[in-house]
């Protein structure tokens, strides 16, 4: 992308693997999210997710 061009190579690695932690941590939370509340655990999903940051 365009930010990455304005980046140091050196740096440039670094950035995008906290991106992908950051997108992986996301992707997990949501799965998390949507397995509790497909069985019915709807109010409890806030205060787990919270647990975890």
């Known amino acids: 992308t365009d930010e990455d061009d304005l980046?140091?190579?050196s740096g440039?690695?670094?950035?995008?693997?906290?991106?992908s932690v950051v997108e992986s941590r996301k992707?997990?939370?949501a799965t998390r999210t949507?397995?509790?509340a497909?069985?019915?655990m709807g109010p409890?999903?806030?205060s787990?997710?919270?647990n975890d940051r």
Do not use: A
């Not at 440039?12 to 991106?19: A, D, I, P, V």
């Open 38 to 40: 497909s069985m019915g």
């Open 7 to 9: 980046v140091p190579s």
């Open 44 to 46: 409890n999903v806030q």
């Open 48 to 50: 787990s997710s919270g």
């Open 27 to 29: 992707k997990r939370s």
């Open 34 to 36: 949507q397995l509790q």
């Open 12 to 19: 440039k690695q670094k950035k995008r693997r906290e991106k």
